[in-house]
């Protein structure tokens, strides 16, 4: 089964940038949709935003429209997640994970996820 393994988390003051990383191992990609999720303490999942297999679409979620970027490198068998000017309320822990209905519903199967913290 493909794993997927998160990185590129960390503390950013608010307003600063961090670019996550979803790398694949044990299986490829390139053929899937795959998006970023996102979940804070006492809340329900979250979707972030969703890349289309090609890389060709590209979906977000209201809250961070203008703000992050998806993008991917087939080659590398990775997904990436660019964020700019964040704010306190982005402080969750980010997944990535294949998209099985566009844009935002996901597989079952979720990994570690990495921790983002913006302090403000």
């Known amino acids: 089964q493909v794993q997927l393994v998160e990185s590129g988390g960390g503390l950013v003051q608010s307003g600063g940038s961090l670019r996550l990383s979803c790398a694949a191992s044990?299986?490829?990609?390139?053929?899937?949709?795959m998006g970023w999720f996102r979940q804070a303490p006492g809340k329900a999942r979250e979707f972030v935003a969703a890349?289309?297999?090609?890389?060709?679409?590209?979906e977000y979620g209201d809250s961070v429209k203008g703000r992050f970027t998806i993008s991917r490198d087939n080659a590398k068998n990775t997904v990436y997640l660019q964020m700019n000017s964040l704010k306190p309320e982005d402080t969750a822990v980010y997944y990535c994970?294949?998209?099985?209905?566009?844009?935002?519903?996901?597989?079952?199967?979720w990994g570690q996820g990495t921790q983002v913290t913006v302090s403000s």
């Open positions: 890349i289309a297999w090609n890389g060709l679409t590209r």
């Open positions: 044990g299986g490829d990609l390139s053929n899937s949709h």
């Open positions: 994970n294949f998209i099985i209905s566009w844009p935002s519903r996901a597989d079952d199967h």
